[in-house]
């Protein structure tokens, strides 16, 4: 059973078949929200924390949806909502330096049991770190996703000038520090 986003907004609002809507939603979008999720915060654990809490917030805001855009653009912008407010948390939480809390973020990398910072990938993943959080995003949201600037702008309530240039930005830091590492 494949459903387009309009059929299951249908059976959501349809009393009797709101769970099962809500799980096929779930199923269609969390492999994506996972991803876009973890890109910001890197942990596994700390993913499936905010993927949880995008999910309930999901659940009690689908109903008064009114689909002034895609599910998917809304559903984006609610993860989006989690990750910059949880790691607005973490910096606050932390009587870090920023230098501190973007070498914490390495760090994290760097445990990673797989990391060989011999590799482009893995040098590209440091890079991506050390970028300010919005930064990350857009180029996260860009590179990885393929996102159009359009489509982000909707889900980041931006200008497609602003996403474009903080992409721009985001690509030359990523660039220095490839090349100078």
């Given at each position: 059973?494949?459903?387009?986003?309009?059929?299951?907004?249908?059976?959501?609002?349809?009393?009797?078949?709101?769970?099962?809507?809500?799980?096929?939603?779930?199923?269609?979008?969390?492999?994506?929200?996972?991803?876009?999720?973890?890109?910001?915060?890197?942990?596994?654990?700390?993913?499936?924390?905010?993927?949880?809490n995008?999910?309930?917030?999901?659940?009690?805001?689908?109903?008064?949806?009114?689909?002034?855009?895609?599910?998917?653009?809304?559903?984006?912008?609610?993860?989006?909502?989690?990750?910059?407010?949880?790691?607005?948390?973490?910096?606050?939480?932390?009587?870090?330096?920023?230098?501190?809390?973007?070498?914490?973020?390495?760090?994290?990398?760097?445990?990673?049991?797989?990391?060989?910072?011999n590799?482009?990938?893995?040098?590209?993943?440091?890079?991506?770190?050390?970028?300010?959080?919005?930064?990350?995003?857009?180029?996260?949201?860009?590179?990885?996703?393929?996102?159009?600037?359009?489509?982000?702008?909707?889900?980041?309530?931006?200008s497609?000038?602003?996403?474009?240039?903080?992409?721009?930005?985001?690509?030359?830091?990523?660039?220095?520090?490839?090349?100078?590492?």
């Amino acid at each position: 059973m494949h459903l387009d986003d309009r059929e299951l907004l249908d059976l959501f609002r349809d009393g009797s078949t709101k769970e099962l809507a809500f799980t096929a939603i779930i199923k269609k979008y969390q492999e994506k929200l996972y991803w876009h999720i973890r890109k910001m915060v890197i942990s596994h654990e700390d993913t499936n924390d905010m993927l949880q809490n995008v999910f309930i917030k999901v659940w009690k805001g689908l109903e008064n949806f009114r689909e002034d855009s895609q599910l998917y653009t809304w559903l984006y912008r609610i993860a989006t909502n989690e990750c910059l407010t949880f790691l607005e948390q973490q910096k606050r939480k932390a009587t870090l330096s920023l230098g501190d809390e973007e070498n914490g973020l390495s760090n994290t990398i760097k445990a990673d049991k797989n990391f060989d910072g011999n590799q482009l990938e893995w040098k590209l993943q440091l890079a991506i770190q050390k970028l300010p959080e919005r930064q990350r995003l857009v180029f996260n949201l860009r590179y990885y996703d393929e996102m159009p600037y359009e489509k982000m702008s909707k889900i980041l309530e931006t200008s497609e000038g602003a996403l474009k240039a903080s992409y721009h930005h985001a690509a030359k830091k990523i660039e220095q520090y490839i090349l100078n590492s």
